[in-house]
């Protein structure tokens, strides 16, 4: 079936340290892919896309992520976390030839420690 | 820079009565989207529109809830007769139109509980 998984639910990383989250989609051809940010009682905010090209795509705020082929993954990335960027992050699709619905995968909340 | 925004921020009805949620879109975009969070619970797809009429809908978006472009500005999706399992957080997105122009901008959503 086609998803879009988050494997990690919660990550608490301590400031400056660097962070990672996964995303993982199960879809027959590459979709678009998406990276969101939800802070708290906020809406969501676009942090980078990747529809094709260079697979290293840089986004806002510092953030970066690699979209890999061959493991279906499109990873997010920041060298060094600052106490602001705790939020709750979402990996999103949009299937090709599919509608253009965002599909959105579970989320991973990020803690921050001073 | 251009936003969509949403009002209002938060709404408190009772179980059966009927809420209105209003949207602007980002005034040069050309589909418009509803989703909702329930709390602790992934985003999801409610209903695509695009030129006036709806391009796609989910299984949740049933009868009793509509969408409308009642202007050249607004978006509005209402809910007939609320539930308490309408209780979520109902985001309105847009974007525009072109290939390669997929990327859609969200609202600040409104929080709707339903007692």
């Known amino acids: 079936a086609q998803s879009v998984t988050q494997p990690d639910i919660h990550i608490t990383v301590s400031e400056g340290a660097s962070l990672e989250l996964r995303c993982n989609y199960s879809?027959?051809?590459?979709?678009?892919l998406f990276w969101y940010v939800q802070s708290p009682g906020q809406g969501l905010q676009l942090l980078l896309k990747?529809?094709?090209?260079?697979?290293l795509v840089q986004g806002i705020k510092g953030f970066e992520a690699e979209f890999k082929r061959s493991q279906s993954s499109f990873n997010l990335r920041k060298p060094s976390v600052h106490w602001s960027d705790a939020a709750e992050y979402f990996c999103?699709?949009?299937?090709?030839?599919?509608?253009?619905?965002?599909?959105f995968g579970g989320g991973t909340r990020v803690l921050v420690k001073p | 820079e251009p936003e969509v925004t949403q009002t209002p921020s938060h709404q408190v009805t009772q179980m059966g009565q009927e809420v209105i949620l209003r949207c602007v879109p980002i005034?040069?975009?050309?589909?418009f989207y509803w989703y909702r969070q329930i709390l602790g619970q992934k985003v999801e797809f409610l209903v695509s529109?695009?030129?006036?009429?709806?391009?796609?809908k989910s299984e949740i978006f049933d009868d009793q809830f509509s969408v409308e472009r009642p202007d050249g500005s607004n978006f509005t999706l209402k809910i007939r007769s609320t539930k308490l399992e309408d209780s979520a957080m109902y985001f309105c997105?847009?974007?525009?139109?072109?290939?390669?122009?997929?990327?859609?901008?969200f609202g600040p959503g409104t929080r709707l509980l339903v007692l």
């Open positions: 997105a847009s974007r525009i139109r072109g290939w390669g122009q997929e990327t859609q901008y």
């Open positions: 879809y027959g051809a590459t979709p678009y």
């Open positions: 990747y529809f094709s090209g260079d697979t």
């Open positions: 999103a699709v949009v299937p090709l030839a599919a509608g253009n619905k965002l599909t």
């Open positions: 005034s040069n975009h050309l589909y």
């Open positions: 529109f695009y030129n006036n009429e709806i391009s796609e």
